[in-house]
């Protein structure tokens, strides 16, 4: 079992920054490839970025690329989302997920293991 637990959501203006944080606990977090997913309100959940086990090899969605980084620090079982240039359609709710397959964190099918969530909201 993996737990995963989300935080650094909030309210911030719209070209503000956030970072989210995910710390995991349980089995062995370097064997697990991390993604963060969002939900907004009457949608469907969608990709946002993931990293590699090593965390040598990202990829992130259109929408946020050149905005957002991912990273992770496997000694303290800790996956990150920087978040800069924050637009109000980057409202939503964050997920983190964690799975061994790195491609189920593209399509977010079958995903091993979610957090909870973290809010963030983005006003204009």
């Known amino acids: 079992q993996v737990q995963l637990v989300e935080s650094g959501g909030g309210l911030v203006q719209a070209g503000g920054s956030l970072r989210l944080s995910c710390a995991a606990s349980g089995r062995t977090f370097s064997n697990y490839a991390m993604g963060w997913f969002r939900q907004a309100t009457g949608k469907e959940r969608e990709f946002v970025a993931r990293i590699s086990w090593s965390g040598v090899s990202t990829f992130y969605a259109d929408s946020v690329k050149g905005r957002f980084t991912i990273s992770r620090d496997n000694a303290k079982k800790t996956v990150y989302l920087q978040m800069n240039s924050l637009k109000p359609e980057d409202t939503a709710t964050y997920y983190c997920?964690?799975?061994?397959?790195?491609?189920?964190?593209?399509?977010?099918?079958?995903?091993?293991?979610w957090g909870q969530g973290t809010q963030v909201t983005v006003s204009s």
């Open positions: 997920a964690a799975d061994q397959t790195l491609a189920r964190l593209r399509s977010g099918v079958k995903i091993d293991y």
